[in-house]
């Protein structure tokens, strides 16, 4: 009354034909910059600004005054 075991259909498909329902970690574009691309936000320690009071800008350096011509005698 009951057919053979080989006759039955499967009645799920094997686990090879189940297409994935999520896309593989590798296909995940990430959601943030990796470390090396994100910009610094501000300067590093190792290099700071050099003092505002040791830069003078030329335009404020007095020359020395003109020898005073003094007629000879």
Do not use: F, G, M
């Amino acid at each position: 009354t009951r057919a053979p075991v080989e006759d039955i259909p499967p009645t799920l498909p094997p686990v090879e034909d189940i297409p994935p329902t999520r896309a593989p970690v590798e296909d995940i574009p990430p959601t943030l910059p990796p470390v090396e691309d994100i910009p610094p936000t501000r300067a590093p320690v190792s290099s700071p600004p050099p003092p505002v009071s040791r830069v003078i800008p030329p335009a404020l350096v007095k020359s020395p005054p003109p020898p005073v011509y003094s007629p000879p005698p």
